[in-house]
């Protein structure tokens, strides 16, 4: 297979804003390193309740300084519309063009008396179009394994139409490392006639235990068989991102080989496992 020049396609990196003067000069290199494979764009991740939003704000001038396309993370929840629309204007004054639209989750400890006054993604978007139209790409969230809060199946997915109704561009999905699972999402979302490209969200594998404890949070399954593999390795670190990648590897091929439009990498800040990925799938610029 070769994926390269398809111009459709979408690749892009996430990251989230570094707490540490170490984590800091960390990240400069891995962007550097990132950037060398040229991806569409990379995100920014926006910590609970705003509770990054300094963080972020750094985190994306330093992308858009080195004249690198960044999409910026913005969550609703706990925040008012003149907060959230003084982020807005922070953006476009900066020539931001892109935005990823979230409800977000409430920092714990934080109780309902703090959600503000959108409670939800697709109220997030059409804030955003109601307040600069269509001065931002907005790409949503998508959860082909079903959100962990949603009270059911198709609720879910009607949930999920009305944020794009309500105007978003494009979807990036939870991380998942069930490729069934995507595919039975994203036909059930051209049933309900939700055309929008749904680009599969992917983590590699490299520490199970903090995967085990993130999946368990976020509602994103590990299979059985590659949770008892990842156990059975202990601390063995390097059996453990020898065998994540070849799992991770197999699970994007299918992917983009079933028609996926692209790749959303969650890279936790590591450059080294997204681009050994990036590397084996033979994508552009490796
Ligand atoms: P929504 O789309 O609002 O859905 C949340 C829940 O409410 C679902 O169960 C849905 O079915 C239900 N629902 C939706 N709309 C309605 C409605 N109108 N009426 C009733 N019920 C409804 N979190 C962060 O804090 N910062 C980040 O930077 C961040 N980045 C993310 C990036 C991606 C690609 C993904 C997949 C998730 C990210 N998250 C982030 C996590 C996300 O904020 C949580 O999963 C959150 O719980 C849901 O956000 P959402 O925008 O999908 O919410």
Known sequence: MNNKA????????????????????KLADTVQRLNA???????????????TREGTFETVTLLHDRNIDV????????????????????????????????RGDLPSGMGAAGT???????ELVACIREETGTAFHIEVAAYPEVHPQAS?????????????????????TQYFYNADAYFAFVDACRGLGVEIPIVPGI???????????????????IPRWIGRRLEDFGDDMDSIREFGHQVVLNLCRRLLEGGAPG?????????????RLWRDLDLPGA
């Open 6 to 25: 398809n111009p459709r396609h979408s690749y892009s990196f996430e990251l989230f804003p570094p707490k540490t003067p170490e984590g800091r000069a």
């Open 37 to 51: 494979v040229a991806p569409a764009y990379f995100s920014v991740t926006y910590g609970a309740g705003g509770s």
């Open 71 to 102: 999409a910026p993370h913005l969550s609703c929840i706990g925040s008012s519309r003149a907060e959230i629309r003084e982020i807005l204007d922070h953006y476009r004054t900066g020539n931001i063009r892109r935005i990823v639209a979230l």
């Open 116 to 122: 503000g006054e959108l409670a939800y993604g697709n």
């Open 152 to 172: 059911g199946a198709r609720q879910d997915l009607e949930n999920f139409k009305r944020k794009v109704a309500a105007g978003a561009d494009a979807a990036i």
């Open 203 to 221: 983590m590699p594998i490299t520490n199970y235990d903090k995967l085990a404890r993130f999946s368990a949070a976020c509602g994103a399954e």
């Open 263 to 275: 790749i959303h990498f969650y890279t936790m800040n590591q450059a080294a496992p997204t681009l």
